[in-house]
């Protein structure tokens, strides 16, 4: 018997290990599944009920499986999403793959790993932020302003600070929520980080009050800009 070429392929894909090691994986993820963790979640937007520390549990379990990542990342699930996003090589994704799996990853919790556990490791990371900051797709945006965020802190040159600022000040009040929340994170990051500009970050904030109202736990430090750019610039002189 002679099988052709995409035969052959067809039958080698069909039992290799990864597959069977995605069938167990798969099992044990609906095995951890607990009805609690998913009620505390759905708070939040995310459709899982895995507690993350036994996902995390898993993922050094497995280390790092670049294809069975894939493989996870493909069934859709979230709680497969999220271990993927643990368990990948994040040097290993082209942009336009990453850029694909960003539009996909509606969860909040996926969208945020993806962003900070894989995009912000990506030789391709400035490059999508540039696109995304642009893009008409709000929770997009979000990702792209999360990506400055970061240069905000770490790689500020050649920013356009004033801009970024004017760009704050016409946009966030009616931004989407996490669009919303992007915007006022660098807004804070940039009074936090640069002592020229914190005047200017505070009265923005100030005068658009976004999360001005934010409930916040005892301890914890509100998301307001303004009170955050103070206590971050208070800790760091004490």
Not at 71 to 86: E, I, K, P
Not at 128 to 141: E, F, K, M, Q, T
Request: charged letters at 30%; a negative charge; glycine letters at 4%.
């Amino acid at each position: 018997m002679h099988l052709t070429p995409e035969e052959l392929e067809a039958a080698v894909t069909a039992t290799t290990p990864t597959d069977t090691v995605l069938a167990e994986v798969m099992a044990e993820l609906a095995a951890l599944e607990d009805h609690r963790t998913r009620e505390v979640n759905a708070k939040h937007g995310d459709d899982h009920g895995v507690h993350l520390g036994k996902l995390r549990a898993v993922a050094k379990r497995l280390k790092t499986q670049q294809e069975l990542a894939r493989q996870l990342w493909r069934t859709g699930d979230t709680a497969a999403r999220l271990l993927a996003l643990l368990i990948c090589r994040p040097r290993a994704f082209e942009r336009a793959e990453l850029d694909a799996m960003l539009r996909e990853a509606r969860a909040p919790k996926v969208h945020d790993w993806l962003v900070n556990y894989v995009v912000k490791k990506s030789p391709h990371a400035e490059e999508l932020r540039l696109a995304w900051c642009a893009d008409p797709d709000p929770v997009v945006a979000s990702a792209g302003w999360a990506l400055t965020t970061e240069r905000v802190t770490k790689k500020p040159e050649s920013l356009d600070l004033p801009g970024l600022l004017d760009v704050i000040e016409s946009e966030m009040k009616d931004a989407p929520d996490r669009l919303q929340w992007a915007m006022n994170h660098c807004l804070a990051q940039i009074g936090i980080e640069h002592a020229a500009h914190r005047a200017r970050a505070i009265d923005i904030g100030e005068r658009l009050a976004v999360l001005k109202d934010y409930p916040t736990s005892p301890g914890c430090t509100s998301p307001y800009a303004p009170t955050w750019i103070s206590e971050m610039v208070r800790r760091a002189h004490t």
